[in-house]
C-alpha cells in the first residue's frame, strides 16, 4: 500500500475498503436520523398549517421569494459542483481540478448563508420575529415565523457544518499523487452536502410558495 494511501487508513480497519464501507453504512444511519428530525419537523408546520391554512398562507406571502429563489439556485448549483469533482475523480483529473470543484461547493455554500443573513435582517425589520411587537394580525402567523426560524436556522447550521467538512477535504483530502476516491471521507462528505441540499429543496416550497398561486 502506498504511502499516501497508508496516510488515511484508521484503526480499527485493515484496509480501505472496509473503512469505506463502514464509513459510507454511519453516514446512512446518520442521514436517517436526520430525515427523521426534520420530518419532525415538516410534520409539525404540516399539522399547523392545518390548523391554520388562512394565517399560513398570509405569513408566507411575507416571505421573500427572491431570496428564497437565490438560495435555492445556490445550493443546486454547489451540489452541481460537488458532483464535478465527484466526477473529476472518477476520471482521474488533476487534484487541482477536483479542489476547485470542491472550493467552489464551499463558496457556494458560504453564499447561501450571505444571502440568508441579508434576508433574516430583512426579517427582522419588518417584525417577523415570531415574539413582541410581530407584525402580522393573524394568530396562526406567529407558529408559521417560528417553524420558519427553526427550520431555516436548524438547515443553516447544518450548511456550515457542511461547509467545514468540504473545506477540510478540500485542503486535506488529497495530495499530488493521491485521488479523491481512495479517501473515504469524500463520500461521507458528498453525501452530507446533498441531503442539505435536499432539505432545502423541500423547505422551499413549504416556506416561499403557500398563498402566491394565481
Known sequence: MSAPV??????PWPDLASQREAATFGI???LASE???????????AVCRIGHPHAFMAA???????????????????SFAMALAAQASEREARPIVIRACLAATA???????AIKGFEYADDLRK?????GDFALPEPGARLFFALY????GVHALHLTIGIGLVGRLTIRGGGPHL??????QAEVTALYWHLVDVIWIILYPLIYLPGRAG
Open 6 to 11: 497508508q496516510s488515511l487508513l484508521r484503526e
Open 28 to 30: 446512512w444511519i446518520f
Open 35 to 45: 430525515l427523521l428530525f426534520f420530518g419532525g419537523l415538516i410534520l409539525a408546520y
Open 60 to 78: 408566507a406571502r411575507e416571505t421573500d421569494i427572491v431570496y428564497g429563489t437565490a438560495n435555492t439556485a445556490v445550493l443546486l448549483t454547489s
Open 107 to 113: 463558496a457556494l455554500g458560504c453564499a447561501f448563508l
Open 127 to 131: 417584525g417577523l420575529w415570531p415574539a
Open 149 to 152: 426560524w427553526v427550520m431555516t
Open 179 to 184: 485521488r479523491l476516491r481512495d479517501n473515504p
